[in-house]
C-alpha cells in the first residue's frame, strides 16, 4: 500500500501568503501547485514495456500586467518568491495595453474525489498481473489478431489554487483508465484494428471483470478483415453516439473556443451569436457538471464553476466558450472553460463534455427511412481544416431498402461543419456518452467526453475505393 496524498493546508497557507506580498505588484497573479502520485502499465504483444510509478510536485505562476501575460513553473517551494518576482518582471516587460479579465467571485473550497475502490490501495503487480490477462485475451482470440497495444493508467492528483482576488481552491482528481488495442492481418497486406476504452473518476473495480469488452476491440478488428471498402460517394448516413460525439466535438466544438475566435474577424462574422446554424432541433451543450464524465470539474483552471451551457439552442448559436481573458474581451459571461492537462501548463479554452442532445426518433425508424446509405460507427479520428472536416469510422454497414445490410470498410466522412450541421435529418433518442482525451496547443492528453445519439444525416460525401 502507497503513501497517500492528502490535504496539506500549511501549503494552502504558503501559496495565500505569498498572493498577499505580491499581489499589488500585478493586475494580477495567481499560483498553481499540484501534487500527484501515478501509475502506468502497457504491454505490446507479449512486451511488457512499461510499468512504473510516479510521484511530483510541481507548479506554476501566472501573472497578467497591462494585458502582458507571463508564466513560469517551478517545482520546489522554496523556490516560490524567486519564481514569482521573475513572472512579475517578465509581464513588465510584455505588458503594453489594458488587462481585460472578466470580474468573478472569489471562492474558497475543497473538493474530494468520492472513491469506489482507491487504486493506490492495489498492488503494482495485482495491476500488472490484471492488464497481463487482457492482454492475452486479445492475443488468443484469433490467429488473424497478429499484435496489441494495451495500456493502464491511473493517477490521483491534489490541485492548490491562489489568486490575487482572493480565490482559495483545493480540488482532488482521480482518473483511472485503460486502452485495448487489437491490431489484424488478414490477405496480402490488409491490417485492420480495433480499439476499446474504459474509464472511470472514482473506482478501480471499473477495470476489473470486463473481459467481454475488452474482447470486443479483437472482435471489431477482425469484421474489419472481412468487410469489403465501401464504394465511394454521395450517401445518407447514420452516425451511431461514438462517431457523432467526435464529429460535434471535432469539427464544432473547438470552433466554439473563443481564443480562436476574438481576434479574427473572419471567424467572428462565421460564429456570430443568434445566428442560424443547424436544424431547429439541434441542441449542442458543453456540460462541466454531469457526475462522473472524464470532463467534469467544479472549477476550471483559473478558479471559475464548471457550468452546464447551450453551444447551440433550438439550431442557433447561442454560447461561446471561454476563458476569463476572452470574455472579458469580448464582454460575454465566463463559461468556466480554462484548463491545463496539469499546473506545468498554462490554462487555455477547452472542452469539457460536449454533446448534442437527445432528440426524438429511435433509431430503427431511421435505418428504415434510408433507402440507400452508410452506418458508421465508432471513430479512428480524423482532422480539421477550420470549418472543414475528415473524420474515418471504426467501422461500418450499408443500410439497402431500410435495413442493415453487409459489413464495410475505409468509411471517410468529408464535409462542411456548417452544411452538414443543416442537413441532420433526424436525430435519435438514445443519447450516449464516452470518454476521450484532446489535444490543443501542445497539451495533450486532456481528459474529456463526447456525447450524442444516433444522427442521420443527408448528402454526406463518403470516401472508399
Known amino acids: 500500500m502507497t503513501t497517500k496524498l492528502t490535504k496539506n493546508n500549511s501549503l494552502l497557507e504558503q501559496l495565500q501568503n505569498k498572493i498577499y506580498n505580491y499581489s499589488n505588484h500585478v493586475d494580477y497573479l495567481e499560483i498553481r501547485l499540484e501534487q500527484s502520485e501515478s501509475t502506468t502499465i502497457s504491454f505490446s504483444a507479449l512486451q511488457l514495456n512499461t510499468i512504473n510509478s510516479h510521484f511530483s510536485l510541481a507548479g506554476s505562476i501566472r501573472t497578467c500586467h497591462k494585458g502582458g501575460w507571463s508564466f513560469v513553473t517551478f517545482n520546489n517551494i522554496s523556490e516560490l518568491s524567486n519564481r514569482i518576482e521573475e513572472a512579475i518582471s517578465h509581464a513588465y516587460l510584455i505588458g503594453k495595453e489594458n488587462t481585460q479579465l472578466a470580474p468573478i467571485e472569489p ?11 482507491d487504486p493506490r490501495d492495489i498492488s503494482l503487480e495485482e495491476k500488472r498481473q490484471l492488464i497481463e490477462t487482457y492482454n492475452q485475451l486479445l492475443l488468443h482470440f484469433d490467429p ?21 482576488i482572493g480565490s482559495c481552491i483545493a480540488q482532488e482528481r482521480l482518473d483511472v483508465n485503460s486502452k485495448f ?32 469488452q475488452v474482447i470486443g476491440a479483437a472482435e471489431q478488428a477482425i469484421r474489419q478483415l472481412e468487410a469489403k471498402p465501401v464504394k465511394g460517394g454521395q450517401y445518407t ?34 460564429l456570430k451569436l443568434g445566428k442560424p446554424i443547424g436544424i431547429e432541433k439541434l441542441n449542442v451543450i458543453d456540460d462541466a457538471t454531469i457526475d462522473g464524465l472524464s470532463g467534469s470539474i467544479k472549477y476550471d483552471d483559473e478558479g471559475v464553476p464548471g457550468q452546464r451551457k447551450y453551444l447551440i439552442k433550438n439550431g442557433v448559436l447561442t454560447t461561446r466558450l471561454h476563458n476569463r481573458e476572452t470574455s472579458g474581451k469580448m464582454r460575454e459571461t465566463p463559461t468556466g472553460n480554462a484548463r491545463a492537462i496539469n ?26 427511412d434510408i433507402d440507400r446509405g452508410v452506418y458508421a460507427i465508432g471513430s479512428l479520428g480524423g482532422q480539421t481544416n477550420g470549418e ?55 497539451q495533450a492528453p486532456l481528459p474529456v467526453s463526447i456525447g450524442s445519439p444516433h444522427l442521420m444525416i443527408k448528402n454526406v460525401v463518403v470516401g472508399g475505393h
Open 107 to 117: 471562492i474558497q473550497d475543497y473538493v474530494v474525489v468520492k472513491f469506489g475502490r
Open 144 to 164: 488473424r489478431i497478429q499484435t496489441t497495444n494495451v495500456s493502464y493508467r491511473d493517477r490521483f492528483a491534489i490541485t492548490y489554487f491562489v489568486n490575487s
Open 181 to 212: 488495442r487489437a491490431i489484424a492481418c488478414g490477405v496480402g497486406s490488409l491490417v485492420k484494428q480495433g480499439i476499446k476504452y474504459i474509464s472511470s473518476r472514482t473506482d478501480y473495480h471499473t477495470l476489473c471483470d470486463i473481459d467481454n
Open 237 to 270: 448516413v447514420l452516425l451511431d453516439p461514438y462517431m457523432a460525439g467526435v464529429f460535434i466535438h471535432e469539427a464544432f466544438g473547438h470552433l466554439s473556443e473563443a481564443d480562436s475566435i476574438y481576434e479574427n474577424p473572419q471567424m467572428k462574422e462565421l
Open 343 to 368: 499546473a506545468m501548463y498554462p490554462p487555455i479554452v477547452r472542452m469539457t463534455n460536449t454533446a448534442i442532445e437527445t432528440g426524438d426518433r429511435p433509431v430503427e425508424e431511421m435505418i428504415k
Open 388 to 442: 472543414m472536416f475528415t473524420f474515418a469510422a471504426a467501422e461500418g454497414y450499408m443500410i439497402r431498402n431500410g435495413k442493415i445490410a453487409e459489413a464495410v470498410s475505409n468509411i471517410t466522412l468529408t464535409g462542411n461543419v456548417f452544411q452538414t450541421l443543416k442537413d441532420i435529418e433526424a436525430i435519435g433518442n438514445d443519447s450516449t456518452y464516452n470518454s476521450g482525451s484532446c489535444g490543443k496547443a501542445g
